[in-house]
């Protein structure tokens, strides 16, 4: 790799750190999307660096005082996604690679449409979830970071739609987006999937995401739920922009094939 590239990685990097460390959400997202529209390293990497950014980011983010938690909401869905981390990286073994791109397609199609009715409706439910859709958010995020290290849409737009301060939905995703990328990395350590690139990329980036996450704890930005929520719509646009993106050439690629 040239100086060019790890640059540009780095940058996308501190992007994914920022936009992280203000909604709780979108590491994976914004830095598996910048590296698919750039081409900078195949996505199978990205997505263990992910893993690993994502335990350092967190632990930065949630560190000192113990963090704004409710156990009702985190357990059903640290639960469920810890079982859907496991299937989606069985289903990643599973698949082939015409069946992995119409997975990106649909994926990216999907995030559109929770971005377009994140902004649709723009109150909050009245009440709190019953615990099924607690459950299934988490098992769909669970599948989607084992997939593609980037679990953030069902559960993102299950929680902005409760009647939930934004501490507590920033901590709780936070948190089960750590407790994912750990067991994530854990199985993919297993399998003796983890290279020396991936090594090496994790520890040139990890020092600006635990720094840069400092900092935005300790000098947070004054944004009100509204700008938050406009910016979680900004970012999951993004995201399945750029899976669409990255999709669609593969699978002309492959039928032409």
Not at 36 to 44: D, K, M, N, S, Y
Not at 53 to 62: D, I, M, Q, R, S
């Amino acid at each position: 790799m040239s100086l060019d590239v790890h640059l540009l990685f780095l940058l996308c990097v501190a992007l994914a750190t920022f936009a992280q460390c203000l909604t709780g959400f979108a590491f994976g997202l914004i830095l598996i999307g910048l590296v698919a529209i750039l081409q900078l390293i195949p996505l199978g990497e990205v997505a263990v660096v992910i893993s690993i950014l994502t335990l350092g980011n967190a632990l930065v983010t949630v560190a000192g005082p113990k963090p704004q938690l409710d156990r009702r909401i985190l357990m059903p869905l640290l639960i469920s996604s810890l079982l859907g981390v496991c299937l989606g990286i069985w289903g990643l073994g599973a698949l082939d690679g015409r069946q992995i791109a119409w997975l990106r397609l649909l994926l990216g199609g999907v995030i559109l449409v929770a971005s377009l009715m994140l902004v649709v409706q723009s109150k909050p439910r009245e009440r709190l979830s019953g615990a099924p859709a607690f459950w299934v958010a988490g098992g769909l995020c669970g599948v989607l970071n084992g997939l593609f290290s980037s679990g953030g849409p069902p559960i993102v737009y299950h929680l902005y739609r409760q009647p939930l301060g934004y501490e507590l939905i920033r901590n709780t995703l936070i948190t089960v987006f750590a407790c994912n990328a750990a067991m994530r990395l854990g199985l993919v350590a297993a399998q003796g999937e983890l290279s020396l690139t991936t090594l090496w990329l994790s520890a040139e980036a990890l020092p600006l995401v635990m720094l840069l996450s400092w900092l935005v704890r300790r000098y947070p930005p004054k944004l009100s739920l509204r700008t938050v929520r406009w910016l979680v719509f900004a970012l999951l646009v993004l995201a399945g922009g750029s899976l669409i993106a990255e999709a669609l050439p593969e699978l002309l690629a492959l039928y032409r094939g």
